[in-house]
């Protein structure tokens, strides 16, 4: 993998991590919700 794929790769890292957390910062469920879905979601993925 080229220098140029690297960065590329963690550039796009980087920007789906900061959607992940917009996301979620402005979801429309209570944060308590958002937190029950998401430790559901670990725990699915965990399986």
Known sequence: MT??????LLAFLIALALGVGLGILFA???GSKTRAKMKEGFRG???
């Open 3 to 8: 220098s140029r794929n690297k960065n590329g």
């Open 28 to 30: 429309p469920d209570k």
């Open 45 to 47: 993925f965990k399986k």
